[in-house]
T-cell receptor
Framework: KNQVEQSPQSLIILEGKNCTLQ??????????LRWYKQDTGRGPVSLTI?????NTKSNGRYTATLDADTKQSSLHITASQLSDSASYIC?????????????FGTGTRLQVTL | KAGVTQTPRYLIKTRGQQVTLSCSPI?????VSWYQQTPGQGLQFLFE???????NKGNFPGRFSGRQFSNSRSEMNVSTLELGDSALYLC????????????FGPGTRLLVL
């Protein structure tokens, strides 16, 4: 069964600190992996997308890494800001061209405090 | 381009009632998908529509139904509401041929009392 597991479930960090969120997947075959940011009460917004051949992808202070051999990905947030407080969802696609096969993690809830 | 819009944003219903949620995709997107999101469960796939045809359906009871119109707008309906249907319902649209690329709307928060 295709699964995506994220850790930790929740995280509290001080503003300005860095943090790393983890995503392990057992989805096969593999097409791509996305990280989404979801603010409370809003829809998810894509941060990064990586295909099999990509190891790292950055979007501002967000850097995602992918190890396709171990089926692990991480999202590193640098110099966190209060606006980074949100849920971060890892999504793996086994096939291009269909939404029905997307496998979603349950997310990591990040809270950035003063 | 305007993003995906969903109406209404919030709804309160009682058990046994039915509800209809609406979604307008990004202009030019013909694929629309619906998801149910509950705490701890993450996003659960409900339906996927393309050109007015339901292409895929998730593992939900028949009380959950949907449709897509010729202008790509979509609606989903939940009949005989149960307490467990309380959730955030998200709609997403995709460019043709890139259905795994989901652009999400803000969601409709449904509370069933």
């Amino acid at each position: 069964k295709n699964q995506v597991e994220q850790s930790p479930q929740s995280l509290i960090i001080l503003e300005g600190k860095n943090c790393t969120l983890q995503c392990n997947y057992t989805v096969s075959p593999f097409s791509n992996l996305r990280w989404y940011k979801q603010d409370t009460g809003r829809g998810p917004v894509s941060l990064t997308i990586m295909t099999f051949s990509e190891n790292t992808k950055s979007n501002g202070r967000y850097t995602a890494t992918l190890d396709a051999d171990t089926k692990q990905s991480s999202l590193h947030i640098t110099a966190s800001q209060l606006s980074d407080s949100a849920s971060y969802i890892c999504v793996v696609s086994p096939l291009a061209g269909t939404a029905s096969k997307l496998t979603f993690g349950t997310g990591t809830r990040l809270q950035v405090t003063l | 381009k305007a993003g995906v819009t969903q109406t209404p944003r919030y709804l309160i219903k009682t058990r046994g009632q039915q509800v209809t949620l609406s979604c307008s995709p990004i202009s030019g997107h013909r694929s629309v998908s619906w998801y149910q999101q509950t705490p701890g469960q993450g996003l659960q796939f409900l339906f996927e529509y393309f050109s007015e045809t339901q292409r895929n359906k998730g593992n939900f009871p028949g009380r959950f139904s949907g449709r897509q119109f010729s202008n790509s707008r979509s609606e989903m309906n939940v009949s005989t509401l149960e307490l467990g249907d309380s959730a955030l319902y998200l709609c997403a649209s995709s460019p043709s041929g890139q259905e795994e690329t989901q652009y999400f709307g803000p969601g409709t928060r449904l509370l069933v009392l």
